[in-house]
């Protein structure tokens, strides 16, 4: 399924509910799926990263996208599965629904975004590189990508290899990822460790 990593086993991208990803993400899910302190800790390193007055791609988002609230935009799409979750979240200027796992690419122009945000949705992808080379695609040189990521997620819908690997690892294949999508300056970084909130990491690089 995935070219780029012949290092994984056949079947890493295979997930334990082969239905229709579309009709599970159906129901409007209007929760977060970090607690508030891993939350707080996205928040503050978007303030530090996210371009202002930029253009935003938020990945795999839905009702809430963790951008500061005192960060000036250009615009901010949104991509995700769910329409209402989406039309419910008051920081996107734009959005639309696709599944990523039928058609790995994104409706956008060429280097028409000055950072790409993904969190908390990696682990579901199951053409990942595809996915990520798309996004670099879309942004402009030298734009962030940063992907976050917790230990929670739907095990049923995330890829085989994430549910073998500990959070460690899941950052080593993040890491991977982006590397083989073509991003430079690929680095990992512990947003919050666990001890008194969710552990978030987030990993980054720059198209």
């Known amino acids: ?28 899910r209007l929760v977060t799926h970090i607690d508030a302190g891993a939350t707080a800790a996205l928040t503050a390193y978007y303030a530090s990263v ?32 769910n329409a209402e979750e989406l039309a ?13 796992n039928r058609m790995p ?20 992808l199951q053409q990942p590189v595809t996915v990520f080379s798309d996004v670099r695609r879309v942004l402009r040189a030298g734009a962030l990508v940063a992907v976050s990521f917790s230990n929670r997620c739907f095990p049923t819908k995330a890829a085989a290899v994430w549910n073998r690997l500990d959070i460690t690892g899941h ?3 993040v890491r991977l990822y982006l590397e ?7 680095e990992a970084l512990v947003l919050a460790d666990g001890r008194q909130s969710d552990p978030l990491i987030v990993v980054s690089g720059r198209a």
């Not at 082969?18 to 409007?28: E, L, S």
Request: hydrophobic share 40%; charged share 20%; aromatic share 8%.
């Open 105 to 124: 690419s994104l409706p956008l122009d060429d280097a028409s975004c000055d950072a790409a945000l993904c969190c908390v949705g990696v682990q579901y």
């Open 180 to 186: 083989r999508a073509g991003f430079s300056s690929v």
């Open 88 to 100: 419910a979240n008051p920081r996107l200027d734009r959005w639309f629904v696709r599944n990523l």
């Open 171 to 173: 950052a080593a294949l």
């Open 50 to 81: 996210v371009p202002a007055d930029g253009t935003i791609l938020d990945m795999m988002s839905s009702w809430v996208s963790h951008l500061p609230d005192d960060l000036p935009t250009r615009e901010v799409i949104g991509h995700g599965m």
């Open 1 to 28: 399924m995935e070219k780029p990593l012949p290092e994984l086993p056949p079947n890493a991208f295979t997930k334990q509910d082969t239905g229709d990803d579309g009709a599970f993400y159906a129901p409007p």
